[in-house]
Nanobody, 128 residues
Framework: QVQLVESGGGSVQAGGSLRLSCAAS????????????MGWFRQAPGKEREGVASIYIGGGSTDYADSVKGRFTISQDNAKNTLYLQMNSLKPEDTAMYYCAADLGFCGTWYGGDFAYWGQGTQVTVSS
């Protein structure tokens, strides 16, 4: 099993920044973490969940949704088993609940959200 706990959400004005964290734990993750794909997703009220960014822990390769490229950065701290999402130049349309997700394997089809493990989410609100 893998447990994921997000933190770092909050309210910010447009143009501001936030950094989300996702602490991962569990026997399977601790032993095989290099084989995991980690992702950030978000869901706004009345909208479908969308992929934001992904990272393959073993190789460090990343991918981003077009809507956040150049503004968001996904990163990892393997020593802390923590995933981050640095969000800069935030816009009101970035307002959503943000979720961390993990799945064993490569990130090839990460955007579809077919991840085995999910956190509880952290709210991000951007005001204009």
């Amino acid at each position: 099993q893998v447990q994921l706990v997000e933190s770092g959400g909050g309210s910010v004005q447009a143009g501001g920044s936030l950094r989300l964290s996702c602490a991962a734990s569990g026997y399977t993750y601790s032993r095989y973490y290099r084989n995991y794909c980690m992702g950030w997703f978000r869901q706004a009220p009345g909208k479908e969940r969308e992929g934001v960014a992904s990272i393959y822990i073993g190789g460090g390769s990343t991918d981003y949704a077009d809507s956040v490229k150049g503004r968001f950065t996904i990163s990892q701290d393997n020593a802390k088993n923590t995933l981050y999402l640095q969000m800069n130049s935030l816009k009101p349309e970035d307002t959503a609940m943000y979720y961390c997700a993990a799945d064993l394997g490569f990130c090839g089809t990460w955007y579809g959200g077919d991840f085995a493990y999910w956190g509880q989410g952290t709210q991000v609100t951007v005001s204009s």
